[in-house]
């Protein structure tokens, strides 16, 4: 059926594809491990037409900055500011490895705008546990009430225990602590023992449900706001709808922030063209909606 849906608008930035740690299961970890020079850091440029595109769209959009990890960026607290300057929230998804020192800087840089902080524990990366637990509670210390701040980390049956430990010292300080659930390439979940299933099941996240609501979710017949009020803008500059390919080579592009006047964007919602989704934030975001109509649109689209 067709809804009227309110989306928050919502870009996500992918200020570098540089990273600090090598985890065994991201392609960036992967490359990182073997051909490091070949991930790219958003240029000068990119990031002056960033803002000038962020300014165009107005300041209803919020701003995910990923990477690789963002504070591999020489210039991420300096583009916050300039984000956060415009009104618009920021939100950081982040290892957790940068000091508490450059925490303090960007979260003072964004001021009071930043909406949220999304730290992954990667375990097998982490060589201090403990040092990494006290930068967390430090961090915590110094963010805005209003700030939501999050910690999460991949259960799997021989970092079970550490998690809980983990989630014991997090849960003193009142910070919320997240057993983000391992997926099968066939969108479902990994099993863990009883004694994992009794433990976590009682305090499943909505984020779990979100990231199989999305994997599980048929694409073809879907209308999805990414294009329109969703953007994925890689390190190069470009526009994308979503993270996942539209045709069979393509991603939607939509123009390069390097020139913001030749962007053309989706006037409303478009049907997805892609045979399974990768992306979260629509789930999220109330990004999609079935409708009925989406195979008769797909005939007349383009
Ligand atoms: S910390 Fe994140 S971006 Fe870096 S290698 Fe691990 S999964 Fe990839
Ligand atoms: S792949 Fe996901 S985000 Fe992209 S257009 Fe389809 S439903 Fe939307």
Known sequence: ????????????FNITEKCNYCCDYCSQGHLNKKYPNQLNNATDEVIEGLIKFIKELGQ??????????????????????????????????????????LYKQFIEA???????????????????????????????????PNTI?????VVEEDTFETLKYIESKLKKEEIEFIFLRCLKSNGRYSYY?????????????QYNRDI???????????????????????TKGDVLRCWS??????????????????????????????????CNHPTTQNGYYYSIFAPLY?????
Do not use: W
């Open 1 to 12: 059926m067709f809804k009227n849906k309110k989306v928050k608008p919502f870009i996500e």
């Open 245 to 278: 390919k539209q045709s069979k080579n393509n991603f939607e592009y939509f123009g390069n922030v390097k020139e913001v006047n030749k962007i053309k964007l989706f006037k409303k919602a478009m049907p997805c063209f892609a045979k399974n989704c990768n």
């Open 60 to 101: 209803d959009y919020e701003v995910n900055l990923i990477g690789g990890e963002p504070f591999c960026h020489p210039r991420l607290i300096e583009t916050a500011k300039a984000i956060a300057g415009l009104g618009n929230k920021i939100m950081l998804i982040t290892n957790m490895s940068a000091s508490p020192l």
């Open 298 to 302: 797909r005939l007349i689209y383009k």
């Open 193 to 205: 023992s009883k004694q994992i299933e009794d433990y976590i099941r009682p305090k499943e996240h």
């Open 212 to 234: 199989i609501t999305n994997k599980q979710t048929d694409t073809s017949k879907v209308m999805c706001f990414a294009g329109y009020k969703i953007l994925h803008i890689n």
């Open 149 to 153: 701040f999050r910690i999460c980390s």
């Open 110 to 144: 964004t001021n009071n705008k930043l909406h949220l902080i999304h730290g992954a524990l990667h375990i097998a990366q982490v060589k201090n546990l403990d040092k990494n637990i006290q930068n967390i509670i430090e961090v915590k210390k110094l963010i805005n």
